[in-house]
T-cell receptor, first 119, second 114 residues
Framework: AQKVTQAQTEISVVEKEDVTLDCVYE???????LFWYKQPPSGELVFLIR??????QNEISGRYSWNFQKSTSSFNFTITASQVVDSAVYFC????????????????FGKGTKLSVIP | DTAVSQTPKYLVTQMGNDKSIKCEQN?????MYWYKQDSKKFLKIMFS???????INETVPNRFSPKSPDKAHLNLHINSLELGDSAVYFC?????????????FGPGTRLTVL
């Protein structure tokens, strides 16, 4: 089973619309971190946010906001008043505290959501 | 200044060749990683390297070998390249190898094997 599920493969919105990217995760740990990364068409991976499992406060950074709900194991990302520069693939990732051998302390990524913002 | 840099950005080579990708970080981090991103954009860890301790993802073929001359550099050597090795390879670094640390990624190297 996937540990991080981003069910939306592709989303298209018209500029200035709001859009929410969904992320659902699965873990047995009580202590873990969640991340969002942005991969624009130029290809680099840009860190956006890190959230620990004990902090369920919503976070807002400019037009970006994140809603973390442990009850539904979700960490959703909303872009308000989208712009063409927001067009990218967005990845949600999970980092768990339990050590389980080779490859541990790794980020487990979802498959990404491709967002296209149409002018 | 670029925090995590990789060279080259593009690499095109023939099957059977040996190639290397270089990675450098100037963040003062103790841990570095290599990830592979396939054609469907799926990102998967290949290696993590911390204080000379290498942790290998067991699914990585032994044709791939990371080499770290110092803690700011982690190079990736690939022997006997195969068509299936075509992908984008990302280097990353974090302060330490703990689950709390944010990983910062390089710009990626697109490898094409012909």
């Amino acid at each position: 089973a996937q540990k991080v599920t981003q069910a939306q493969t592709e989303i298209s919105v018209v500029e200035k619309e709001d859009v929410t990217l969904d992320c659902v995760y699965e873990t047995r740990d009580t202590t873990y971190y969640l991340f969002w990364y942005k991969q624009p068409p130029s290809g680099e991976l840009v860190f956006l946010i890190r959230r620990n499992s004990f902090d369920e406060q919503n976070e807002i950074s400019g037009r970006y906001s994140w809603n973390f709900q442990k009850s539904t194991s979700s960490f959703n990302f909303t872009i308000t008043a989208s712009q063409v520069v927001d067009s990218a693939v967005y990845f949600c990732a999970l980092s768990e505290s339990a050590y389980s051998g080779a490859g541990s302390y790794q980020l487990t990524f979802g498959k990404g959501t491709k967002l296209s913002v149409i002018p | 200044d670029t925090a995590v840099s990789q060279t080259p950005k593009y690499l095109v080579t023939q099957m059977g060749n040996d190639k290397s990708i270089k990675c450098e970080q100037n963040l003062g981090h103790d841990t570095m990683y290599w990830y592979k991103q396939d054609s469907k954009k799926f990102l998967k860890i290949m290696f993590s390297y911390n204080n000379k301790e290498l942790i290998i993802n067991e699914t990585v073929p032994n044709r791939f070998s990371p080499k770290s001359p110092d803690k700011a550099h982690l190079n990736l050597h690939i022997n006997s390249l195969e068509l299936g090795d075509s992908a984008v390879y990302f280097c990353a670094s974090s302060q330490d190898r703990v689950y709390t640390d944010t990983q910062y990624f390089g710009p990626g190297t697109r490898l094409t094997v012909l």
